[in-house]
């Protein structure tokens, strides 16, 4: 898959460290140019601009929230582009949401950017979780949670996933974002709030 990441950050460089190997074309687009550079030659990835990216199965949206919207701008027209949205609205000390209840990140993002097939998803996935591989103890393995009103395009995002190990659950329209980022919020207290490391990650468990 072409896959392009938008930011050169924790998590691009987790997604970069595992999509390389994985054998995807991978390419990075930051909006400082000597980041993308250095981050895709720790990765074995490639620094594009926005322009050269855009041609991508899967955008991977890896910026905070407050920079989302105004990173996809630089697109242009993202009109039918699959772009999964991995970011959670976190207050300034991590421990809150900026938004939530009546609206989530994603629907803000989707309504922002007229005609992009958003998929929320990998929010729940610390960094050093995702750059680790899917193994956790016991060989458990963290579900990657989708929610997206595009069937195909949860589709592409859960393909992506399953490349790197990963299981999904198929957590319904994307308005169930306002349960994935809580979600994120409370994984994050946990592991930073009540100590646990950011070595944890929540799932979804069925009876034996
Ligand atoms: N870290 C985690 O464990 C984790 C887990 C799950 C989800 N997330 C979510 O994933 C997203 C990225 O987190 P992170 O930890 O990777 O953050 P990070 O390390 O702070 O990296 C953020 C990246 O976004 C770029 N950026 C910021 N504002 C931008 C804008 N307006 N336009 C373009 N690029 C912009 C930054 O560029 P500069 O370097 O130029 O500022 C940086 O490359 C966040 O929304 C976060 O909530 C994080």
Known sequence: MKVTIVGAGNM???????????????????????????????TGATAVSAAEGKDADVI???????????ALAAFGDLSGKVVVD??????????GLTIGHDTSAAEEIARAVPGVRLVKGFNTLFAQVLASGPALSNGQVPPVFLA???????????????????????????KNARYLEPLAGLNIYLGYGAGLGTVVAPAWLPLA
Do not use: C, Q, W
């Not at 991977?60 to 105004?70: Q, S």
């Not at 991995?86 to 421990?95: E, Q, R, S």
């Open 148 to 174: 997206s009103d595009d069937a195909d395009a949860k589709a592409s995002v859960a393909a992506l996933a399953a490349s790197l190990g990963y299981k999904t659950v198929d957590a319904g329209p994307l």
């Open 86 to 95: 991995i970011t959670n609205p976190l207050t300034d000390d991590y421990m």
């Open 12 to 42: 691009a460089g987790s997604f970069a460290k595992r999509l390389v190997p994985a054998g995807h074309i991978v390419r990075i687009v930051a909006r400082t140019r000597e980041k993308a550079e250095t981050l895709a030659r720790e």
């Open 60 to 70: 991977v949206l890896a910026t905070p929230y407050a920079g989302a919207v105004p």
